[in-house]
């Protein structure tokens, strides 16, 4: 049988996401950002829809490379302003019964121990429907913001990021036990003090001695996402991540990718498929291909290429603005995305090129048909490159989540590639079909849980 594909909605709580300039179309309702109806209806737009999650982005600090100002990111709403998306679930829960919510959160500036509570209350409010998109950050804005002089090299930011999973997975997985909550009014005892250990990490980066303050949520761990794609990044997704997001142009080069990924979770000693790799698309459809191609060509009349080429500059550390339209671009050895840099690899990019590319405000894969052509064309990215699902960009909000629900959605299901139905359970026995709430046995992090009552009343692990 046909694998079913997954969707996440991409979205961030600001106005210009991906695909930039779109703020200014007169349908879209992006400025509304900053409103709670505007992310209730989208909640309930995409249940209506059978999307897995709304998996939603986040920056710490601000696009300022290219020019070497802010002015094409504050004119154009380039991922400023910005808002904190972990504040947004508790409303979104409280509409929906199924939705999950991918949430990105930077650890280099998010001390363990808080971030810990903030994630089992959320996991609590949303009943088991909350994962973290792990991100270490990539701009020196933000490192300077936070009382830096500059972000920490790149392979040396996925070592930190190492040890703050294992400060989680102590305080997540193993200081509660799963009977540690008895809530006996008879005995007047809420928790059992023999089944809640104390916490003692000292490590490198970080020093934790304290109890997890929350009492087990449905998931313990959220489900686990991760986009890197350098070896330090592969290596640190075959260990921990359970979903991992890459950015494809063409299907060999994600062919390639997807096995990458899949490599390096055997590596580490997990099953290959045990990962679900989701790729960032876009999608323009209408009722005929020839009134998609019409809505393809509004929209590109609204859409800023020099807004998307300015957030691209500030993904590779290249001031874009500072070449002719014709002057050849090479790659530069920085310390921001690597994936983004080595796009620039064969020396034939110029300012030009990259504004053609960037049409459409950014710069993933972009669909343009009928629902029965999109349709098509999704399950030949999934069934030729061996991806599991997307992260369904926006353009017009919220008119193409509405397009795509309505249009592609049903083409899906009608050939078996789609749920038609919400299975049971949090959003990791959603993903995953295994009827298992917390990470799998052969995950790291289970190795935290506690098993047997602990004689020293602590949780010791170097």
């Not at 200081?175 to 003090?193: F, K």
């Not at 698309?281 to 209408?286: D, G, K, Q, R």
């Not at 590319?357 to 999934?382: C, D, F, K, M, N």
């Not at 061996?386 to 909000?397: A, M």
Request: glycine letters at 8%.
């Amino acid at each position: 049988m046909a694998r079913q594909i997954l969707l996440n909605a991409f979205n961030m709580n600001c106005v210009g996401h991906i695909n930039h300039g779109l703020w200014t179309h007169p349908r879209d309702t992006s400025t509304q950002y900053k409103t709670l109806a505007y992310w209730t209806d989208l909640a309930k737009l995409l249940e209506r829809g059978l999307f897995d999650g709304l998996f939603i982005a986040d920056i710490v600090g601000t696009y300022d490379v290219y020019g070497q100002s802010l002015d094409v990111t504050l004119k154009e709403s380039i991922q400023l302003p910005v808002n904190d998306p972990l504040l947004l679930v508790s409303a979104m829960a409280a509409v929906t019964r199924h939705l999950g919510f991918g949430l990105t959160a930077n650890l280099t500036y998010e001390a363990p121990y808080l971030f810990a509570r903030r994630l089992s209350t959320l996991d609590h409010l949303s009943n088991g429907r909350v994962g973290w998109n792990i991100v270490t950050g990539y701009l020196d804005s933000a490192a300077r913001a936070m009382g830096l002089e500059q972000q920490p090299e790149h392979d040396r930011r996925y070592d930190q990021a190492d040890e703050y999973l294992q400060v989680l997975y102590k305080l997540l997985e193993g200081s509660w036990a799963d009977d540690a909550v008895v809530a006996d009014r008879q005995r007047r005892v809420y928790a059992e003090p023999d089944r809640v250990r104390k916490v003692h990490h000292h490590g490198e980066f970080y020093k934790v001695e304290g109890y997890h303050l929350c009492e087990p949520s449905p998931q313990r761990t959220p489900v686990l996402f991760q986009a890197g794609s350098s070896a330090r990044g592969l290596a640190f997704a075959g260990n921990h991540a359970e979903c991992v997001f890459i950015s494809g142009q063409d299907k060999a080069a994600t062919r390639a990718q997807v096995d990458k990924v899949r490599a390096a979770a055997k590596t580490a000693g997990r099953d290959p498929q045990a990962l679900k790799v989701f790729m960032g698309i876009t999608v323009i459809v209408a009722a005929t291909e020839q009134a998609a191609q019409a809505k393809h060509a509004e929209y590109l009349r609204h859409a800023s290429a020099e807004a998307g080429v300015a957030h691209f500059a500030a993904s590779t550390g290249i001031d874009f603005a500072a070449f002719d339209l014709d002057e050849p671009i090479g790659a530069s050895n920085g310390n921001a995305i690597q994936s983004a840099t080595r796009q620039l690899q064969d020396n034939a990019w110029t300012r030009r090129r990259l504004l053609q590319q960037h049409a459409l405000g950014g710069r993933y894969v972009t669909l343009v048909g009928s629902p029965e052509q999109v349709a098509e064309q999704l399950i030949a990215w999934v069934d030729e490159t061996g991806l599991d699902g997307f992260n369904l960009t926006r353009t017009v909000t919220p008119e193409s989540f509405e397009d795509f629900i309505d249009l592609v959605v049903p083409q899906l299901q009608r050939r078996g590639r789609y749920k038609t139905a919400y299975a049971d359970g949090t959003l990791r026995e959603k993903l995953f079909a295994s009827g298992q709430p917390h990470l799998p046995a052969n995950h790291p992090g289970s190795a935290y849980r506690q098993t047997a009552p602990a004689p020293t009343g602590a949780l010791h692990h170097a």
